[in-house]
């Protein structure tokens, strides 16, 4: 398997990110840990996902003096893909109190195999905001791919994509859909097996984190 990471992909080698990850896919981690690190992992891909942001100056009174600090340009918005997404959303909620939430409710159609929307209700300023769309897994890339697609329709125009583990498959259908968006991942897998999960993945996100699983 090829190490390249493609342009416009930036994985988080950071060694806390990836002792945390690892810790996510031991499968003897049980729901509490699990969701205490997707929150902490979330809280730390935030940090190099947000690098880049726009600021403008702000300026306050300390109790000493006047003094420019910075502001954020534009509004935050985090866009979680249910349920899933919502694990990752807790700790972001955490680090950026301001934010305001999209959720984005989709269902696989097991005839066409590919996503359809159940639900979608995203803020009015998501037009002028930088959008963070987080899902754990970036598996075929199609649920990403129609998420994000449902944002530009209401108009967002900066959309970064946050997910723990993605493969080969999920970030080149992200990246032909959808090409001025950057991604942002702890881990590129080396498969997606038959039931589309990713090998060695994690397992199925949303069943550990919610604890319903068999
Ligand atoms: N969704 C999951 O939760 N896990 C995978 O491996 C793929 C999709």
Not at 76 to 101: K, N, T, W
Not at 156 to 166: N, Q
Request: hydrophobic share 45%; with cysteine.
């Amino acid at each position: 398997m090829s190490t390249q990471i493609p342009a416009g992909v930036t994985v988080i080698t950071h060694p806390l990110a990836q002792v945390k990850l690892t810790q996510l896919r031991d499968r003897q981690t049980g729901s509490d840990d699990f969701r205490a690190r997707v929150s902490e992992l979330a809280v730390l891909m935030v940090f190099e996902a947000t690098r880049d942001l726009a600021v403008a100056p702000r300026t306050i009174e300390t109790p000493l003096a006047e003094h420019e600090g910075t502001a954020l340009l534009r509004p935050l918005v985090v866009a979680p893909i249910l349920r899933a997404g919502l694990g990752m959303l807790e700790g972001m909620l955490r680090l950026l109190p301001d934010v305001s939430v999209a959720h984005i409710g989709l269902v696989r159609n097991e005839i066409t195999r590919r996503p359809e929307s159940y639900y979608f209700k995203a803020p009015a300023n998501v037009a002028d905001a930088e959008v963070l769309v987080v899902d754990p897994m970036l598996a075929t890339g199609w649920s990403a791919t129609s998420a994000i697609s449902q944002l530009k329709e209401c108009g967002a125009r900066s959309i970064r994509f946050l997910c723990l583990v993605s493969c080969r498959e999920g970030l080149e259908q992200l990246q032909s859909a959808h090409p001025d968006v950057k991604i942002f991942t702890a881990a590129i897998d080396p498969e997606l097996n038959e039931n589309a999960y990713i090998v060695p993945g994690l397992g199925d996100a949303g069943d550990r984190y919610f604890g319903t699983v068999a």
